[in-house]
């Protein structure tokens, strides 16, 4: 935002440039119109001249003095500059200051029938205290509202009597950042004495406000000007206003520099008036953002901030309008497919029963749900909440049958993974019961090459039991009881998969690709009146190959036929009426191909509504996800199933994980055993292993 200039600082103090020559060759005389009925005109006039005085006494070799034409407006000049400055800028913000307190009554009224609980007040503080004052007269100070002051406001808070400060609790507002130097302290101290002096009927006085700090520094600014070199005693108001605009120096409320007639401010201070006065709850640098304090720009956000009525949540920003009218709920009327919405109206009862779907005129209602697509051509016209769908087009295909014949069927049961871990262990088991018997079984005996097959034979073996090695060592006899134990399971459940395999049938889509339909010249069908039949056309099917159907009994009918016979080969719709499909036809169909992105099912309101983003929000938490999803669950059936039924020839298939446990017993126990041998030949063979 650009920093307040001359314009901003007549709301102060309105400076007028005499246009006429100078009476006296030394000096400038410079025309001051203020309201010194008012506090703020007598304080700005005491900040004028002390400036000056400080100028002067500053720079005591300056050559031309200001010479101050002081008159008193008495509330009318100002107030109709400002008055018409607001009218020229602000055509809408749109109340008089003069406004009396039936004619604010009234807005106020209007403003608290509206569902919006932000309200923004930008006019000076005078006006803005009998606007909040009717406001909390009307209870709108209270809960669910947040009042939003412009700098206006903000400038003055230090300033307002308490009076005034209690009918703005809770405002959030910000002023411009004044660092409290020893100098603008120094100023504070000298200006309030002075101050007391020249009005001695005012008895108590605040510190000077941020436009009184700058009606310093813009005095400093004139009397600056007037000395550049440059700027004759006989100038024109013009070339003295163009001196101004380039003067730059460090005033008490900051550099001052003016950029197209604006006072240039780096930092804002934003407050929440509280109690007696303001609190800070965080500063805001137009070009960096907005920090909890100015030490640490790592700190982003706000301080705690109390709303109006104490209330420490920021409130939702809307409400139900106190009339207590009730939404006007619009649902989409279609002829087909109504699971998802549908209204029935019943002339016995003269009431109607929300189950379907009216393309509504949003004017004329608050909301429409239902099955609402949202896209592209729509937002122009409404606004739409996050999708509350799985958002997407697909297609369903038949389920043709299939037995499986290939000649390689008999390592399907297991997986490779599975396979290559039980070739290990028949090694490993065959390696250990060798180590055990081959010292003291002499039909383990014989060259490496015979006990190398002896290892491999006894290992095989075990999945028959027809090894005729007669063990001698009760540990590898253990060994090959643990091992063979888990030969039978693992042979029965090959054998009882495998058979599956052979029996069951296969159930393939007919259909694996958009690409196989639009290379085929294949008719497809689409739910009548959607949008559907636009995307397939943009993705390349002719409209001669396009169908239309309104239910899914004749989606399932057309599916069945075939192209061939006068049908469809596939139906494309949005996901959600798929699976109202397959939630009724969970056999012989299947939805196959990519997912196109689309825009999902969205609630619809009128454009700035304030229900869409609370709507939003509450869609996205994960409460209301999982209810959603039993929601789901409830009217087209768990997902899942009819998946499991197709994947039935998969999941017949055995895998290590199946397995892992009887694998675990096995090497725990060959690994035991031959830990326990090793040590037995070691204790007995100690003598030897030592010389």
Known sequence: MAGSGLPCLALALL???????????????????????????????????????????????????????????????????????????????????????????TVIHNLKEQPTRVLIVHMLSDLAARVLKRAMLAGMM??????????????????????????????????????????????????KKRFQLENPSIRVVHDPSVPLL??????????????????SSSATSRTVLDSVLNITFDGLAGQFRLVNGQLQLSTYELVNIIGKGARTVGFWMPEFGIFKNLKDNNEKGLRQILWPGDLAIAPKGWDMSSNGRPLRIAIPSKHGIKQLVDVSYSPTSNTSTVTGNLQPRLQKV?????????????????AFTMPFTDTGLSMIVVLKKETSGSMWIFLQPLTSTLWIVSLVFFFFTGFVVWVIEHRINPEFYGMPSQQFGIIFYFAFSTLVFSHKEKLE?????????????????????????????????????????????????????????????Y????????????????????????????????????IFDEIPYLKIFLAKYCEGYTMVGPTYRLGGFGFAFPIGSPLVHDVSQAIMIPSVQEE?????????????????????????????????????????????????????????????LRA
């Open 214 to 231: 700058w009606a310093y520094d813009t005095a400093w600014a004139l009397a600056a000007a007037v000395n550049t070199n440059g700027v």
């Open 142 to 191: 209270s809960d669910g509202y947040v009042w939003i002051a412009t700098a206006g406001i903000g400038s003055d808070v230090d300033s307002l009597s308490p009076d005034r400060v209690d009918h703005m609790q809770g405002i959030i507002t910000f002023r411009p950042y004044i660092q409290t130097t020893g100098r603008v302290l120094n100023f504070t101290t000298r200006f």
């Open 473 to 533: 060592s009760n540990l590898s006899r253990f060994v090959v009881i643990i091992w063979v134990f888990v030969v039978l399971i693992l042979t029965s459940s090959y054998t009882a998969s495998l058979t599956s395999m052979l029996t069951v049938q296969r159930l393939q889509p007919t259909v694996n690709s958009v690409q196989d339909l639009l290379r085929n010249g294949d008719y497809v069908g689409y739910q009548r009146g959607s949008t559907v039949g």
């Open 535 to 570: 995307w397939l056309e943009e993705m390349g099917f002719h409209r001669k190959n396009l169908l239309g159907y309104d239910t899914v009994e004749e989606y399932a009918d057309a599916l069945q036929k075939g192209s061939e016979n006068g049908g469809v080969s596939a």
């Open 628 to 688: 959603m999803v039993q929601i789901e669950n409830k009217w087209f059936g768990d997902p899942g199933v009819c998946q499991r039924k197709r994947s039935s020839i998969n999941s017949s298939r055995l895998g290590f994980s199946n397995f892992s446990g009887l694998f675990l017993i096995s090497g725990v126990t060959s690994g035991l055993a031959l830990f326990i041998h090793l040590a037995i030949f070691v204790h007995q063979e100690r003598d030897r």
């Open 15 to 105: 400076i007028l440039l005499s246009s006429s020559s100078t009476a006296v060759a030394s000096s400038m005389r410079v025309g001051v119109v203020l309201d010194l009925t008012s506090d703020a005109g007598k304080k700005s006039l005491t900040c004028i001249n002390m400036a000056l005085d400080d100028f002067y006494a500053a720079h005591a070799n300056a050559t031309r003095r200001v010479d101050l034409r002081v008159r008193d407006s008495r509330g009318d000049v100002v107030t109709a500059a400002h008055a018409g400055l607001q009218h020229a800028h602000h055509c809408s913000v749109a109340l008089p200051v003069d406004v009396n307190e039936d004619d604010l009554d």
């Open 366 to 382: 608050d909301a429409m749900v239902g099955d609402t697509t949202i896209s592209t051509s729509k937002m122009n016209k409404v």
